[in-house]
């Protein structure tokens, strides 16, 4: 199918020298660039869980409160 659409010079620019440069056609490397993104769109927060590895210790230090950025920070200064 054809149909217009309208790039920003310098868009236009990059995605041909980068087709140039990966072998592909400028309509290849559109249509993949719009398939990313969409695929990105529909498929949100399917991430893998992040699995925090801990040690053996005796927690948080009385008057640590791990909410608080600013106490933390004071904390480790010290």
Known sequence: ????????????????E???ESGQTLTAVLADALREALARR???GKRN???L?????NGVRPGVDLGDTASLLEH???
């Open 1 to 16: 199918m054809r149909t217009t659409v309208r790039l920003d010079e310098r868009l236009l620019a990059e995605a041909k």
């Open 18 to 20: 980068y087709a140039a």
């Open 42 to 44: 529909r498929a949100p």
């Open 49 to 51: 869980p992040v699995r």
């Open 53 to 57: 590895r801990t040690v053996k210790g």
């Open 76 to 78: 480790m200064e010290s």
